[in-house]
């Protein structure tokens, strides 16, 4: 029995090492922006560089900020934090924040925010919930669908104390949370208050609300106080939070692109998914037993080829 489990450790550590040592992005290409990774179909270089599959995908390495920005479309202004070949990525995204104090509004921080993103993309439902922090708090999203309808959603949070707010708990006391739609490009959000905070200044002077990643953001009562100082900032100081969206390649589905082998996205030893979002798009996975990036030509290779 004990060999047994001698020789499957000695394969599991091979297999560390040489995923670990396989480059993610095309040879000759810039495999990472400061500490985010690159992988192909994403890169970075020039317009005519075949480091990134085409457009949709490139990305800028920006340095002029003291640290190295890694910034995607549509207006190149959106930073990615990190990329997985699992077809999603974390993204930094603004908050919108309402500020008062005795005189009234304070105009510090956006009010609204709209936010488009390239096709390519979408907020995944599954990891994003929209939320607002706040005790005089009217936060409000809207949207529009492919379709071309519309639909608006929302919460509202009022409360009259710090006192009554409970720790790890964004259930309608000083923070409220909504679900989004599946295959949202893009959004507006935006506060309001019912009485310009004047009951709350005292512990409440802002309502704030954001997207985020539903796994990264736990409510504490101390956030209706002051939210921002525990939230990251982008490259520009504004205030953000994290946002995992989903990515396909675009317009096509698996049926229809598997019959371009020129633009087909997939390498060898990989299956195609149809994405579920209305839009469409597909992405591309090693088939069982194969490891690496399945956007690259040469595709996955097997678990075995180190000891063969
Ligand atoms: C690179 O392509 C983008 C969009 O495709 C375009 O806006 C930009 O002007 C191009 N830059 C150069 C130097 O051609
Ligand atoms: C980097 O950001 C700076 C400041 O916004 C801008 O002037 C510059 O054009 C950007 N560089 C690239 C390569 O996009
Ligand atoms: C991606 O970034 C987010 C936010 O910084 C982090 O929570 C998450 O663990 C990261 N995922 C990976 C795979 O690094
Ligand atoms: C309220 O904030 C504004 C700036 O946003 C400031 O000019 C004003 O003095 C502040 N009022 C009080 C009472 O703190
Ligand atoms: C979002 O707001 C912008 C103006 O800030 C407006 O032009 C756009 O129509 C709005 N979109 C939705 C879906 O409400
Ligand atoms: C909630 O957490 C904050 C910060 O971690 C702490 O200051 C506060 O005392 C906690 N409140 C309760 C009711 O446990
Ligand atoms: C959220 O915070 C509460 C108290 O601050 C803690 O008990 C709980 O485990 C945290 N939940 C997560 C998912 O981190
Ligand atoms: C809130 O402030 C605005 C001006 O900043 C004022 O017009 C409005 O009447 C105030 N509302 C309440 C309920 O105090
Ligand atoms: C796949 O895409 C093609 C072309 O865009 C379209 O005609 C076809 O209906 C799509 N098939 C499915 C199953 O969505
Ligand atoms: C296949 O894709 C290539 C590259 O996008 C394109 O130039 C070519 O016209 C396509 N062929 C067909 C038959 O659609």
């Given at each position: 029995?004990?060999?047994?489990?001698?020789?499957?450790?000695?394969?599991?550590?091979?297999?560390?090492?040489?995923?670990?040592?396989?480059?993610?992005?095309?040879?000759?290409?810039?495999?990472?922006?400061?500490?985010?990774?690159?992988?192909?179909?994403?890169?970075?270089?020039?317009?005519?560089?075949?480091?990134?599959?085409?457009?949709?995908?490139?990305?800028?390495?920006?340095?002029s900020?003291?640290?190295?920005?890694?910034?995607?479309?549509?207006?190149?202004n959106?930073?990615?934090?990190?990329?997985?070949?699992?077809?999603?990525?974390?993204?930094?995204?603004?908050?919108?924040?309402?500020?008062?104090?005795?005189?009234?509004?304070?105009?510090?921080?956006?009010?609204?925010?709209?936010?488009?993103?390239?096709?390519?993309?979408?907020?995944?439902?599954?990891?994003?919930?929209?939320?607002?922090?706040?005790?005089?708090?009217?936060?409000?999203?809207?949207?529009?669908?492919?379709?071309g309808?519309?639909?608006?959603?929302?919460?509202?949070?009022?409360?009259?104390?710090d006192?009554?707010?409970?720790?790890?708990?964004?259930?309608?006391?000083?923070?409220?949370?909504?679900?989004?739609?599946?295959?949202?490009?893009?959004?507006?959000?935006?506060?309001?208050?019912?009485?310009?905070?004047?009951?709350?200044?005292?512990?409440?002077?802002?309502?704030?609300?954001f997207?985020?990643?539903?796994d990264?953001?736990n409510?504490?009562?101390?956030?209706?106080?002051?939210?921002?100082?525990?939230?990251?900032?982008?490259?520009?100081g504004?205030?953000?939070?994290?946002?995992?969206?989903?990515?396909?390649?675009?317009?096509d589905?698996?049926?229809?692109?598997?019959?371009?082998?020129?633009?087909?996205?997939?390498?060898?030893?990989?299956?195609?998914?149809?994405?579920?979002?209305?839009?469409?798009?597909?992405?591309?996975?090693?088939?069982?037993?194969?490891?690496?990036?399945p956007?690259?030509?040469?595709?996955?290779?097997?678990d075995?080829?180190?000891?063969?």
């Open positions: 029995m004990d060999w047994k489990i001698v020789v499957v450790s000695i394969i599991l550590l091979l297999n560390a090492a040489s995923t670990s040592s396989q480059s993610l992005a095309k040879p000759g290409c810039q495999e990472k922006c400061g500490d985010v990774n690159i992988p192909y179909p994403f890169g970075v270089g020039n317009n005519d560089s075949d480091c990134f599959r085409d457009s949709h995908f490139h990305l800028v390495c920006n340095t900020y003291g640290h190295p920005v890694l910034l995607g479309s549509p207006r190149g959106i930073p990615f934090r990190n990329i997985s070949l699992e077809g999603q990525t974390t993204v930094h995204i603004l908050i919108a924040m309402d500020c008062y104090n005795q005189s009234g509004r304070t105009y510090d921080g956006f009010q609204e925010i709209d936010i488009t993103l390239a096709k390519q993309f979408s907020f995944s439902s599954t990891r994003t919930k929209f939320t607002a922090i706040g005790c005089d708090t009217k936060a409000y999203m809207s949207s529009s669908l492919l379709s309808d519309s639909f608006a959603s929302g919460c509202i949070s009022f409360c009259t104390s006192e009554t707010l409970i720790n790890g708990s964004c259930s309608g006391i000083g923070c409220c949370q909504t679900s989004i739609p599946n295959g949202l490009h893009t959004f507006n959000v935006s506060l309001s208050s019912f009485y310009n905070h004047t009951d709350s200044l005292g512990f409440n002077p802002c309502s704030y609300a997207l985020a990643d539903q990264w953001f409510f504490s009562s101390s956030d209706v106080r002051d939210l921002r100082s525990r939230l990251p900032v982008r490259y520009d504004a205030t953000v939070t994290p946002v995992v969206l989903d990515w396909v390649i675009p317009d589905n698996c049926t229809y692109a598997i019959k371009n082998r020129t633009s087909y996205a997939c390498g060898e030893n990989t299956y195609c998914s149809d994405s579920s979002n209305p839009t469409g798009g597909y992405n591309c996975h090693c088939k069982q037993g194969y490891r690496g990036n956007y690259l030509p040469q595709g996955c290779q097997g075995d080829g180190d000891l063969s």
